[in-house]
């Protein structure tokens, strides 16, 4: 069975500056998925990034990146020049992949971010 | 219109009480999910759906049971509430390709459920 692990319960930058968010998780799969999904005070889940395992290129979005570690099992979140609207929980999460059992993802505990003006 | 959709948003019921939480989605996709929410916890698995006939249990689904009434429709129902089931409920659904990507869910907006 995977885990997954994010050992920050909460964390607070100021605004416009750069916070790293980390995860850790546990496979004997090669293969596979890893995202990072917000949830903001709506509670809504948005997905923010992904990173395919196979690719070793660290996966991109805007102000948004990933430190891919596959030997250390290690899959960390940068936020760069961070905004008011990064407030949120973010939730790392594991994907097999091409699973027969479809998209099931096993989710970290969370992380508490408060962007500070 | 969000493309899941959950109702209740929020509900408060009573300890033995039988409830259901309803899903709809308009994505077209196959594959339905039910999660849990609870803090320090993350998301964890409750049932899952293929298709109308194809159901499955998820880490924790003592307790719950689920219909797939339709593609596009997927119920919890909680037979008899207790505390503990407190928590917030999701929804999600993917496709076989996923549209925005392989693997990626598409969450409903939450049911906050209370039990006293």
């Known amino acids: 069975a995977q885990t997954v692990t994010q050992s920050q319960p909460e964390m607070s930058v100021q605004e416009a500056e750069t916070v790293t968010l980390s995860c850790t998780y546990d496979?004997?799969?090669?293969?596979?998925?890893l995202f990072w999904y917000k949830q903001p005070p709506s509670r809504q889940m948005i997905l923010v990034i992904r990173?395919?395992?196979?690719?070793?290129q660290n996966a991109t979005e805007n102000r948004f990146s990933v430190n891919f570690q596959k030997a250390a099992k290690s899959f960390s979140l940068k936020i760069s020049d961070s905004q008011l609207g990064d407030t949120a929980m973010y939730f790392c999460a594991f994907m097999k992949h091409r699973s027969t059992s479809g998209s099931r993802l096993t989710f970290g505990e969370g992380t508490q971010l408060t962007v500070n003006p | 219109d969000a493309d899941v959709t959950q109702t209740p948003r929020n509900r408060i019921t009573k300890t033995g009480k039988r409830i259901m939480l309803e899903c709809s989605q308009t994505k077209g996709h196959d594959r339905m999910y039910w999660y849990r929410q609870d803090p320090g916890l993350g998301l964890r698995l409750i049932y899952y759906s293929f298709d109308v006939k194809d159901i499955n249990k998820g880490e924790i689904s003592d307790g719950y049971s689920v219909s797939r009434q339709a593609q596009a429709k997927f119920s919890l129902s909680l037979e008899s509430a207790i505390p503990n089931q407190t928590a917030l409920y999701f929804c999600?659904?993917?496709?076989?390709?996923?549209?925005?990507?392989?693997?990626?869910?598409?969450f409903g907006e939450g049911s906050r459920l209370t039990v006293l």
């Open positions: 496979t004997s799969e090669s293969n596979y998925y």
């Open positions: 990173q395919e395992a196979y690719k070793q």
């Open positions: 999600a659904t993917s496709g076989i390709t996923g549209t925005g990507g392989f693997g990626e869910l598409f």
